[in-house]
């Protein structure tokens, strides 16, 4: 066992993405947190993090849930009446803009 430090965060994701990672966790009999750490420390180091089979479930759950995005609408996702995406890595993509006063 490692012993870790965990902290508590607010993510922003797509509703059916979502509802998938949770189904998924539940089949994994695992936290949310617990399988996107994996997920995240797998693609870190370019390895797949899932297996045949757990691909097999996804798919069950995207259809389930409506998933229909793919790797390749990644850096095309906006949220209705927000606009375009902020270029990664800049200020605007860390907050949203605020209105300045007139």
Do not use: W
């Amino acid at each position: 066992m490692i012993e870790v430090q965990r902290v508590q965060t607010g993510v922003r994701m797509e509703a059916a993405l979502l509802k998938v990672l949770k189904g998924l966790a539940e089949y994994k009999n695992l936290g949310l947190g617990d399988l996107l750490e994996g997920i995240c420390l797998h693609a870190f180091e370019g390895k797949a993090p899932f297996s045949r089979e757990t691909i097999g479930q996804i798919e069950r759950l995207k259809q389930i849930y409506g998933l229909t995005l793919t790797a390749t609408d990644s850096h095309r996702l906006v949220d209705p009446g927000r606009g375009l995406p902020a270029k990664a890595g800049t200020r605007a993509a860390a907050r949203p803009r605020r209105r300045q006063r007139p």
